[in-house]
């Protein structure tokens, strides 16, 4: 993808990732390119289950390092759009570990994508996650606690819930009394095919 950041647009997904945590960008890429990429992943997973990672559900099949699957997945690993934005937006030169692709499917009992609600630290970490099918409330999107990556933020959760610091993965039921008493603001982030989201993941997200 050769899409380009002007200044103006760079300040607007800044300010967007410092309020809430996230900004969501749509038409990334094509619903062609969509279709594309998401059968050079079904292709794979089906062919190579040893260098698929399933959870015990078997709803959320996972493949580090998709780059390699095909020319479309090394082109957004490669994005200097995405990588600048992240680097405007956390200060530091960024280096892009690797691409993880995954495939969902509705399992009874599942606790959503990355097994439920968690952080992946309290520290800045950037991610970008492109939605290759249409995403709506029902269908495993992406869901983040708005604006919960900030230290006071972080410290006063620990506080009121009587949490572990360490603690970086939530219950269901934590969550769920957090939000009904409205200490917590919950974002479920629909959208088409191609839409992009950008996210800190220090916030408390899943997919549901």
Not at 18 to 43: A, L, T, W
Not at 132 to 139: F, G, H, I, Q, T
Request: charged content about 30%; some cysteine.
């Amino acid at each position: 993808n050769h899409k380009k950041v002007n200044k103006k647009e760079y300040k607007e997904i800044k300010k967007n990732l410092i309020k809430n945590g996230y900004c969501v960008i749509e038409n990334f890429i094509s619903p062609g390119e969509c279709n594309y990429i998401k059968n050079k992943i079904i292709r794979f997973i089906k062919k190579n289950p040893k260098h698929t990672i399933v959870d015990n559900e078997k709803s959320d099949s996972r493949i580090h390092g998709a780059e390699f699957i095909c020319s479309k997945i090394r082109d957004y690993f490669s994005s200097n759009y995405l990588k600048s934005i992240g680097e405007e937006y956390s200060n530091n030169k960024l280096k892009n570990l690797m691409t993880m692709a995954n495939k969902t499917i509705f399992r009874k009992k599942n606790k959503g994508s990355g097994n439920g609600w968690h952080r992946d630290s309290i520290n800045i970490q950037y991610k970008s996650i492109l939605y290759l099918n249409d995403v709506n409330a029902d269908n495993g999107a992406f869901q983040i606690i708005e604006n919960s990556k900030s230290k006071n933020e972080i410290l006063k959760f620990l506080i009121l819930n009587n949490l572990d610091p360490s603690k970086t993965s939530f219950s269901e039921n934590l969550i769920k009394k957090n939000l009904k008493d409205k200490k917590l603001k919950l974002k479920t982030l629909i959208g088409k095919k191609g839409t992009l989201i950008l996210v800190d993941t220090s916030c408390i997200h899943r997919g549901s």
